[in-house]
């Protein structure tokens, strides 16, 4: 069992950055920013460089701000899965595929929960989505992960954008005969992560909790997680079958119905637009595309 239950990498009063657990009610997950504008968020300090080595102290500090909880050097990789809730596989016109679907995304897509995301020029042709997810950090490096012992190699989830250059993904006339996956969402910092990790003390497998996706304040995504076709159990194990699933790892879950690729019309992100993703219990994300 982790030493915390909530945690995130802060800058405290005196400029000295710091993990810890905040000091917060249930409800006050997706209001961390403004807590910490009014001067109201503290945490109890954490102990020990390694993120997932973390131990409890007696200290109490104000936070002054929140840090990226993870970066790009501390993530090893992130392993994705794809079509993976119910109402999403029926909106592309797909059948439920047998086992998860994987893709990948180097670490260079990890961002921050508030950074602008820049857009490469080949990416900005009309066809920029946004996928709200669910993901796990993997907190203990294991390989062939029994599916009654997953849980114990997660240190915790948190919410994320798999941002996606659906033009690279799925025309024909870029993408070839098969669609491909890596290339079109692996641009860096395509992968935002937010900035509080939830244990499975606190959340269980996540297999319960309201997904939202905002588009410069419109709901776009509306779903709870108990639309997953795959559990957090399920994909850890099945990812490390001969695979040594290392900690660090982050696995993101799959996105719910409700993406632009999905509409009629679809509403492609462009230059400026904001995107959110809230996540009961974990907060959020909330990000600024930014044509380069």
Known sequence: MSSWERLIRFEDQAGIEQFGEPIIRADDVSSLDELVEGRKLEAKCLTGSDIFAL???????????????????????????????????????????PYPSIFLKPSASVAAYNEDIPIPKLAQDDQLDYEGELAIVIGKTGKDIPNDQALNHIAGFIASNDISARKWQRDPAYAGGVPQWCFSKGFDRFAPLGPMLVS?????????????????????????????????????????????????????????????????????????????????????????????
């Open 55 to 97: 131990s409890a102290s007696i200290n109490v500090a104000k936070v002054k701000k929140i840090l990226p909880l993870l970066s790009p050097s501390e993530v090893p990789l992130v392993k994705c899965v794809g079509l993976n809730y119910m109402k999403h596989i029926q909106e592309g016109g797909r059948r439920p595929p």
């Open 200 to 292: 499975p003390a606190v959340v269980g497998n996540a297999g319960n909790l309201q997904l939202r996706t905002f588009v410069n304040g419109d709901l776009r995504q509306d779903t709870n997680t108990n639309d997953l076709l795959f559990n957090a159990e399920a994909i850890v194990s099945f990812i490390s079958q001969g695979t040594t699933l290392e900690a660090g790892t982050v696995v993101m879950t799959g996105t719910p119905a409700g993406v632009a690729m999905g509409m009629k019309e679809p509403l492609w992100l462009k230059d400026g637009d904001v995107v959110e993703v809230e996540i009961e219990g974990l907060g959020s994300v909330k990000n600024k595309m930014v044509f380069l």
